[in-house]
């Protein structure tokens, strides 16, 4: 991006540009994110800028893209570039305090809103909240649920409640900062979902160079990447209601483990479901009647 080389730098010729080195920093959709960050700079979608390819920037909109172009290069997620995601077709506002939600979790927020679908107003739990894109997500679906949101993280619950408000959910849904069930003593849900951490201590260093943008915290899972899942199966018995359900997602090669560990605290499995790349991504787990 040399003024030099370009007396004016339209839409079309910035995309070029960008696409090519993007493509040359190894970023895994080069075009798709010049043109998801030219948009967000230019406050337009992006069929905008295939409208309008012979437009020239102004020099404030050269600069920040310049700006954004030089984080994404750094290999920063674009959502913390453009601070939103979209999730369940809502958009989400989304910090380097949060996991940047995946498409994946959907397969979790589906499975759960069909075993909840007939419960008149269910109670929900949901530990890690994150972004708030599980809990958000089935409370603006299911009007007439309530639910909890527990994190260890204080900057991820500000997430989470700046979400709960923007989708209207704000006042169905309590969040709370603390370690897993901690916050939530004594009490008993219709349904607990977690998409914990789930990574192996030992493969974080070699994550794509994004996924070391994220916080170690909604990453790391212990040794083998499952302590968080023997926490929750052990403790979740106590926490739901009689015929509730629990559903987590699991990391590739997981399921299977995890399942076993229902075993042990009394809970059935009902189900194991696989994401869109036909992986083995959400377990759901049953309290009996
Ligand atoms: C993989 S992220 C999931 C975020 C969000 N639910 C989603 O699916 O996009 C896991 C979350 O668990 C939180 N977490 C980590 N350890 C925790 C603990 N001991 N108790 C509660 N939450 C914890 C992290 O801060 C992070 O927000």
Known sequence: MNAK?????TIGAILNWT????????????????EVLLSHILGRDRLYLYL??????????????REAVKQRALRVPVAYITGHKEFMGLDFI????????????????EAALARLAGVSAPVILDLGVGSGAIIVSLLHRL?????????ISPGALKVAAANAQKHGVAA????????????????????????PPYIPDGDLAGLEPEVRHEPRTALAGGADGLD?????????????????????????????AVAGLAAMSGLGVEAVIRDYAGIERVVIMRRDR
């Open 19 to 34: 696409g090519q080195y993007f493509r040359d920093k190894g970023v895994a959709t080069p075009r798709l994110d010049a």
């Open 143 to 151: 009007k007439a649920a309530t639910g909890v949101g527990v994190d």
């Open 172 to 195: 169905r849904l309590a969040l709370k900062q603390g370690d897993l069930f901690a916050p939530v003593a004594g009490r008993t849900f219709h349904a607990i979902v977690s998409n």
């Open 94 to 109: 989304v910090t380097s305090d949060v996991l940047v939600p995946r498409p994946d979790t959907e397969v979790l927020v």
């Open 5 to 9: 080389e370009h007396k004016t730098w």
């Open 228 to 256: 968080f899942y023997r926490r929750i199966v052990a403790g979740a018995p106590g926490h739901l209601n009689e015929g509730g359900f629990l559903a987590v997602e699991v990391g590739r090669g997981q399921a299977a």
């Open 52 to 65: 309008n390819y012979d437009q020239p920037l102004e020099p404030a909109e050269l600069a920040a893209f």
